[in-house]
């Protein structure tokens, strides 16, 4: 959707690793750019830790703007309450 124009960006937070080599050299050649979460080149091999394959991709002209969504939604915490099943 990302290499079609259909969106703009998208954030991957560990993604499944089946996919995601072919995905990334997809959007590179159609000119988007991706990085990992801080911002150092992604390479989205086979074997990386679920932490390595997080990624932060986006249009050239959009990507500026995810990646400081994503800067800063690393401040955050969410913590949930405890689900109490019936």
């Known amino acids: 959707m990302l ?49 390595e394959r997080s990624f932060v991709a986006g249009r050239p002209e959009v990507f500026g703007t995810l990646a400081a969504l994503v800067a800063t939604a690393k401040e955050f915490r969410v913590t949930w309450p405890e689900l109490e099943l019936p």
């Open 3 to 51: 290499s079609r124009g259909v969106i703009d960006g998208i954030v991957g937070y560990q993604p499944e690793e089946i996919d995601l080599p072919a995905g990334a050299l997809i959007a590179a050649e159609a000119g988007m750019v991706i990085t990992t979460l801080d911002g150092a080149p992604f390479h989205g091999r086979l074997g990386e830790s679920a932490q």
